[in-house]
């Protein structure tokens, strides 16, 4: 089970963290994405981690604001979001799978998405 909190409304250019603890199973054995949905829109990639932490990857639109991360002890990966800006609004979403990739379908498990608005 994945649960994903953090979200909320903040103005353009400031930051929010998202984390998403995971229960249930052994969650350095899994890959963790952060995926979002912006209303009316397709569920895009974000942002990846590999199960050490050591691979990351990130969609364009984010490369230099976010940071992807993970606390294996305390299961939980996080997602800085930094100069946030008003396209970033959507329900953002972590999901476990088996490797890194930017394809939801590769991902088995997912978390229940938490609300990130940016006014402008």
């Known amino acids: 089970q994945l649960q994903a909190c953090g979200g909320g409304l903040v103005q353009a250019g400031g930051s929010l963290r998202l984390s998403c603890a995971a229960s249930?199973?052994?969650?350095?054995?899994?890959?963790m994405g952060w995926f979002r949905q912006a209303p009316g829109k397709e569920r895009e990639f974000v942002a990846t981690?590999?199960?050490?932490?050591?691979?990351?990857w990130y969609t364009d639109s984010v490369k230099g604001r976010f940071t992807i991360s993970r606390d294996n002890a305390k299961a939980t990966v996080y997602l800085q979001m930094n100069s946030l800006k008003f396209e970033d609004t959507a329900v953002y979403y972590c999901?476990?799978?088996?490797?890194?990739?930017?394809?939801?379908?590769?991902?088995?498990?997912w978390g229940q998405g938490t609300q990130v608005t940016v006014s402008s």
């Open positions: 249930g199973r052994t969650f350095s054995n899994y890959a």
């Open positions: 999901a476990g799978g088996p490797l890194n990739s930017r394809r939801g379908d590769q991902y088995n498990y």
């Open positions: 981690i590999s199960r050490s932490g050591s691979i990351t």
